[in-house]
């Protein structure tokens, strides 16, 4: 590990956690949890739905608060910390973008399937226009061949991304696989090089040192490991191995152990620990914002959740097909209930 380079961190609790509290963020909640983390130094805090700008819906979760005023909430308390947004082509609008920037927001990350950048080619330029940090975000790369994600993201730099991202979105992806991964973008890509992970096969800290090692400049983290699924790298701890191995962040550590123990654990509906659903979607390799959807659907058919989410993951399905959810849920409880039925008819001859 170079020892001389420095890592920019961003901080995501206040995007992808806000799937492990149901998109239920007050503007208090955000105030708070903005202020200690620019007061902590964190270089970026990313603010919006879980599912990114416009996400708010039946579909993928209602929010408690309009993003809109929390992106406002969150920039008035950072005089050094910059704010970014997610958004999905699709979901989020250029309108919404353009009403982000004029609030404050100083980053945006375009986010696609691995497979499908070419659909963000309009919101980076946009992007670039209103003068925001853009970022290609590739999302489920663990779903593409190397040379494949390799070719996405050179799309995503001829569009004008200042950074690209390799992003573990279902926590499936394992450190050796991470090291190809970045290294090939370091290889061909000429934009900065970002790695997103989850942890939900536990290897969420590896995976982004692994990705470190390769050359990766842009890492996310998110507090007290604060996201979808069993959550992301958790910052405070990240910044305190990187401080043993010598790379800068440039964070105070203590401050942002103080934020984890005193302001977001309370939060937590339950800690973010690696549940049996959890290690179902690392294991079959699917979307993490699908678990409180999926768990949802087995109570409804009283089934186990575990068998949408291995059958999620068999038909290889992506961000934005939650309404699947749903449809295998009941295919597999008529499955149930046809196998039951054939055994009460053995049974009574």
Known sequence: MTKERQIHLTEVALRDGSHAIAHQYTVDQVLQIA???????????????????????????????????LIEA??????????????????????????????????????????????????IALAKELGLETVG??????????????????????????IVYVVDSAGALLPHEVGERIRALRQHVGAEI????????????????????????????????LGAGAGNTQTEVLVAVLEKIGVTTGVDLYKMMDLAEEIVSPLLRS??????DNLALGYAGVYSSFLLHAQRAAKKFNIDSRDILIELGNRNVVGGQEDMIVDVAAEISKRKNVVTDRERVNHFG
């Open 35 to 69: 202020k200690a983390l620019n007061d902590a130094h964190v270089p970026y805090i990313e603010v919006a739905h879980g599912d990114g700008m416009g996400g708010s819906s039946l579909q993928y979760g209602l929010s408690r608060t309009n993003e809109l005023e």
């Open 74 to 123: 969150a920039v008035s308390v950072c005089d050094q910390t910059k704010v970014a947004v997610l958004l999905l082509p699709g979901i989020g609008t250029m309108e919404e973008l353009k009403q982000a920037a004029k609030l404050g927001a100083k980053m945006v990350r375009i986010a696609t399937h691995v497979t499908e950048a070419d659909v963000s080619a309009q919101h």
């Open 137 to 162: 975000f590739l999302m489920m790369s663990h779903m593409a061949p190397v040379e494949k994600l390799v070719e996405q993201a050179k799309l995503m730099e001829s569009y004008g991304a200042d």
């Open 194 to 225: 970002g790695f997103h992970g989850h942890n939900n096969l536990s290897l969420a800290m590896a995976n982004t040192l692994a990705a470190i090692e390769e050359g990766a400049t842009r890492i996310d983290g998110s507090i007290r490991c």
């Open 271 to 276: 800690p973010q620990e690696i549940t049996r």
